[in-house]
């Protein structure tokens, strides 16, 4: 499956984005699916995950309470909510999948996308 974000853009402290990440390739359905991002100079760092029939999601601390990811299975879409955004969100958002649950780590999903920029302003 071939994974594809977009929705990345600059916005202000406070603002909400929402990013999107389309699959190729395969259904989505069969997947749990996930978002990573990095900062420039800091390891990459898990953000959200959602199980593969959605009725599970979990979360970075970091963005606990103000992140929400979703799926449509039907559009092949996975979707990252991004409100009250902080100047420490900055980073490139990278969209993951995987036929095991619960990862949390980058590089043992089998499925990476390229990442979309987003950039908060103070």
């Known amino acids: 499956v071939q994974l594809q974000a977009s929705g990345g853009g600059l916005v202000q402290a406070g603002d909400s984005l929402r990013v999107s990440c389309t699959a190729s390739?395969?259904?989505?359905?069969?997947?749990?699916m996930g978002w990573f991002r990095q900062a420039p100079g800091k390891e990459r760092e898990f953000v959200a995950g959602?199980?593969?029939?959605?009725?599970?999601?979990y979360y970075g601390d970091s963005v606990k309470g103000r992140f929400t990811i979703s799926r449509d299975n039907a559009k092949n879409t996975v979707y990252l909510q991004m409100n009250n955004l902080r100047p420490e969100d900055t980073a490139v958002y990278y969209c993951?999948?995987?036929?095991?649950?619960?990862?949390?780590?980058?590089?043992?999903?089998?499925?990476r996308g390229q990442g979309t920029q987003v950039t908060v302003s103070s």
């Open positions: 993951v999948a995987s036929e095991y649950p619960r990862i949390k780590t980058f590089y043992a999903y089998p499925y």
């Open positions: 390739g395969r259904t989505i359905a069969s997947y749990n």
């Open positions: 959602i199980d593969r029939n959605g009725d599970g999601t």
